[in-house]
C-alpha cells in the first residue's frame, strides 16, 4: 500500500493549503493524510468506495466525508489555494470530453449532471484555462455536447493577459471581439469556412500543446477518464483535486 500514499513532500504542499481552509478538522493530521490518500486513490485507481482497502479506513465514512467537502466546496478552495500567478501573460483554452459510466445518470434529488447523450453514450466535458506553462487555472463542466466557444468567456473572467490560445472551436466573431476589447493578442487558427482567413502567429501556437498534455495528466487518472460519479458536484471535486496535483507538480 506505501505505492499509493502521497510523497511526503506533495503532501507537505496539500497541508499547508488545506491549513488555510476553514471548516476542516485538522487536529489530527495523519488521519486527515490518511482520508486525503483515500480520495487520491479512488481518483487514481477508479475504485468504488465500497472496495477501499482497509488501511484507508471505514469506506462509508471516507465516501461521506468526501461527499461532505464537495458539497462545501472544500476540494475546489483545496484547487484555488494553488493556482499559480506567475505565468499569466499568456493563458491557453481547451476542453476534453470524458466518458460516463452508464449508472453515472440518475441522480437523486434533480441534482445538476452535466451528462451529455449521444450515439457514443454518457460524456462530461472540462472545459479548462491554463497559464503559459500549462498549469490549470480555472475548469468548468458541461454536457459533452456543449460547444468550447460559449464556455470561453466565462472561463477568462477576471482574468487578465496579453496573449490567448486556443484551437479552431475557438474562432468566433465575439470572442475575437473580446479580445480586441481587453487588448489581447488572439493566438486561434481561422476556421476553414471563414470567408476572410485571419492569420495567426504559428510560431506562438505551436506552445498550444502544454494544454493538451495538462488533459493527458489527469486523463491518467481512472476516476476523471472514466466518470462514475453521479452528480457534477461529485465529479468536479475529483477534478479539482487532480488539478491540485497537477499544480503541485509543475510549480516550482
Known sequence: MLRHRLRDATWASLCARLAAIPG?????????RRFVEAVVYVLG???????LPATFGEPGTVFRRFRRWACKGLWDELFIE?????????????????????????????AEEDLGRSRGGLTTKVHALVDGQG??????LTPGQAADCRQAQALLEGVICKRLI???????DELRDWCAEHEVEAVIPAKRNRKAPI??????YKSRHKV????GRIKDLTRIAL??????RSYAAFVSLAFALVNIQLCP
Open 227 to 232: 466518470r462514475k460519479d453521479k452528480t457534477s
Open 82 to 110: 494553488g493556482i499559480p500567478t506567475d505565468a499569466l501573460e499568456t493563458v491557453m483554452l481547451d476542453s476534453t470530453a470524458c466518458k460516463a459510466q452508464r449508472f453515472a445518470s440518475g441522480a437523486r434529488g434533480g
Open 45 to 51: 485507481t477508479g475504485v468504488a468506495w465500497e472496495d
Open 212 to 215: 493538451e498534455n495538462l488533459f
Open 135 to 140: 498549469r490549470p487555472l480555472c475548469f468548468l
Open 24 to 32: 476542516i478538522w485538522k487536529r489530527d493530521d495523519e488521519r486527515l
Open 199 to 204: 492569420p495567426h502567429d504559428q510560431e506562438t
Open 166 to 172: 486556443g484551437d479552431r472551436a475557438y474562432d468566433t
